[in-house]
T-cell receptor, first 115, second 112 residues
Framework: DAGVIQSPRHEVTEMGQEVTLRCKPI?????LFWYRQTMMRGLELLIY????????DSGMPEDRFSAKMPNASFSTLKIQPSEPRDSAVYFC?????????????FGSGTRLTVV | KQEVTQIPAALSVPEGENLVLNCSFT??????LQWFRQDPGKGLTSLLL?????REQTSGRLNASLDKSSGRSTLYIAASQPGDSATYLC???????????FGKGTRLHILP
């Protein structure tokens, strides 16, 4: 298996532009998680899906952030409009089951820079 | 509310030494605990997953222990090598049907 695949690896955009991050989970995993990592705050969970349904989006910072999972093999995280404080590394992770029982596999992340 | 703490934030040791990394948590009613490694600019690699019913897990030179009653887990690295230099994070779920939360990690530097 190729693992969790994220694209792009790096994204540089201007403030106010729309940014879309993409994730392909491991085949057969039915839980998917979006995390954001910064030096100040460490790893923070933004949202997670189970069987393509958003279960908890309480970590999404504000309405500028949205996430979708149209099918079991694809998810997007969109920021519109982007701001410099959104600069961070965004990770996607997947798990075979709901919640924490089976452990998590992470993608390599997308490093986002908003100038 | 579950909180995860890792101390120290950074650690430097000479190559060849055995070392222990610490992780503490405030709510002992956990379901499992996972240790990850993160290399600079890279993603997270899972090292060990300990279920709540287990006391320890081993993989090669790594051994992770879990003591729920005291709210602690340790990651033991034997015969450290420069390639072990990375940030090590522990993570655990808030509850069984929930996502995991992370400690801030320990940045380990093995001196050649």
């Amino acid at each position: 298996d190729a693992g969790v695949i994220q694209s792009p690896r790096h994204e540089v955009t201007e403030m106010g532009q729309e940014v879309t991050l993409r994730c392909k989970p491991i085949s057969g995993h039915n839980s998917l998680f979006w995390y954001r990592q910064t030096m100040m705050r460490g790893l923070e969970l933004l949202i997670y899906f189970n069987n393509n349904v958003p279960i908890d989006d309480s970590g999404m910072p504000e309405d500028r952030f949205s996430a979708k999972m149209p099918n079991a093999s694809f998810s997007t995280l969109k920021i519109q409009p982007s701001e410099p404080r959104d600069s961070a590394v965004y990770f996607c992770a997947s798990s075979p089951g709901q919640g924490a029982t089976y452990g998590y596999t992470f993608g390599s992340g997308t490093r986002l820079t908003v100038v | 509310k579950q909180e995860v703490t890792q101390i120290p934030a950074a650690l430097s040791v000479p190559e060849g030494e055995n070392l222990v990394l610490n992780c503490s948590f405030t709510d002992s009613a956990i379901y499992n605990l996972q240790w990850f490694r993160q290399d600079p600019g890279k993603g997270l690699t899972s090292l060990l997953l300990i279920q709540s019913s287990q006391r320890e897990q081993t993989s090669g030179r790594l051994n992770a222990s879990l003591d729920k009653s005291s709210g602690r887990s340790t990651l033991y690295i034997a015969a450290s090598q420069p390639g072990d230099s990375a940030t090590y994070l522990c993570a655990l779920p808030r509850n069984r049907d929930d996502k995991i939360i992370f400690g801030k990690g320990t940045r380990l530097h093995i001196l050649p």
